[in-house]
């Protein structure tokens, strides 16, 4: 699997729903997970999955925070480099994670978190260098709108299911989950696409025309082939 996670850190978000695609999975790209801040760097870590729900009056209180199932809880309980994935249901009126909570994820050694909720504490939580991708910015505290019920457990995040120990990758594209036992097949068959488009893009700077070039036909194939023997 280490290598598998180091392979990933060179294969693009698009890359992998292409190579996904050929086993069947569409659902793999979280809708409204965005990059809360730009500069290009790819994340790659198993998910440590975070559940929310519609908000209960009742149990959804600042008192809640001080609980044992809760947010805080589920920070303590987080491993060095997971990547956090919380299911928000799409809500963005209320953010679920402020500053605090991010630096204490950086200091628990998270490698990153995506939600396709909101952030709140913007400005402060540029400032951890906590890696994000979210769907926006809004000021009140998640308890407006969500109820916190558990973590470690499958979820649904911007339309894609994920699962404890599935694999996620996260870039300026977006972020997509790979189930983990396709994790190896997804690196290997991406690392390898990745190298002939390489190729295919250096071919269509020469001038070459697309058809029977993208997607490589058979000539082209063997073109491929003798290209990456002298590279």
């Known amino acids: 699997m280490k290598d598998a996670l180091k392979t990933l850190q060179q294969v693009t978000t698009g890359t992998i729903t292409t190579m996904l695609l050929k086993k069947g999975i569409r659902r793999c790209w979280m809708t409204g997970a965005m990059p809360f801040a730009g500069g290009g760097k790819r994340v790659v870590g198993p998910a440590f999955t975070l559940r929310f729900v519609p908000v209960r009056e009742d149990l959804a209180t600042p008192e809640s925070w001080s609980k044992p199932i809760s947010t805080r809880g589920a920070i303590e309980d987080m491993p060095e480099g997971v990547v956090v994935v919380a299911d928000a249901m799409g809500v963005t009126s209320a ?12 200091k628990r050694g998270v490698t990153a978190l995506i939600t396709d909720g909101a952030m709140r504490d913007k400005h402060g939580i540029l400032g951890t260098g906590l890696p994000i991708w979210c769907a926006g910015v809004a000021a009140p505290a998640s308890v407006n709108q969500l109820t916190f019920v558990g973590w470690n457990e499958p979820i649904g995040c911007g339309g894609s299911a994920i699962f404890p120990g599935d694999i996620i990758v996260a870039d300026d594209d977006g972020a997509v989950v790979i189930p ?50 002298k590279n």
């Open 95 to 106: 953010g679920i994670f402020g500053d605090i909570l991010c630096m204490r994820m950086v």
């Open 180 to 229: 983990k036992d396709l994790a190896d097949f997804v690196a290997n068959e991406g690392a390898e696409h990745e190298r002939m488009e390489s190729w295919l893009v250096q071919e269509v700077e020469k001038g070459a025309k697309l058809p029977g070039l993208y997607p490589p036909n058979e000539e082209n194939k063997k073109r491929y082939e003798e290209w990456k023997k």
